[in-house]
């Protein structure tokens, strides 16, 4: 057996008939769906059904994070669009031009993450401009929540659905 032989057994690039990407995805979607804007959603459920110190520590971490990604968008936010647009150009042109299955589960990972990003980008907008706290701050922290959840549910479904197209087109080669 050569080297090449080895690592492409080893390392299996066929990417949707490997368990460790659909856990990878189910992990990412879970992190997402929980980290709202920075925010472990445990604690807005903790500051709606308490009120009181739970409360003012919401709206404490709430205002840093924020002012973390309102500054994040605000210097960086050009290069990172940039960026990003050039990574989501090569990853989409390498996995759905070239057939390179790799950057199609790349791509089907990070792209709807971006989405994420601009929604969460555009909620923190809101809750400065608004100055939301209290039941305000737990209404859009969890309209937020939904928001990503409905992104998740897409992006799981479109991942699957093409996941299986491709497990089904792989030509089985002889032995």
Not at 87 to 103: D, K, R, S, V, W
Request: aromatic share 10%; glycine share 6%; charged share 15%.
């Amino acid at each position: 057996m050569t080297w090449a032989q080895l690592i492409s057994e080893v390392i299996d690039l066929r990417s949707f008939s490997n368990l460790w990407y659909w856990i990878a995805l189910a992990v990412t979607w879970s992190h997402a769906s929980h980290w709202i804007i920075g925010i472990p959603f445990d604690m807005v459920m903790r500051a709606r059904r308490m009120g009181g110190a739970a409360e003012a520590e919401l709206e404490d971490f709430a205002r840093l994070c924020v002012n973390r990604t309102l500054y994040i968008a605000q210097t960086a936010g050009g290069s990172l669009l940039a960026v990003g647009s050039a990574a989501y150009t090569c990853l989409g042109l390498l996995g759905f031009y070239y057939g390179i299955e790799i950057a199609q589960a790349v791509f089907l990972i990070l792209f709807p993450l971006s989405l994420v990003a601009l929604l969460s980008t555009r909620t923190a907008s809101r809750i400065a401009r608004n100055a939301d706290t209290g039941a305000a701050l737990h209404k859009r922290l969890s309209r937020h929540r939904v928001a990503v959840q409905a992104i998740g549910v897409v992006s799981i479904l479109v991942t699957a659905t093409w996941g299986m197209i491709q497990n089904v087109n792989i030509p089985v080669l002889p032995n």
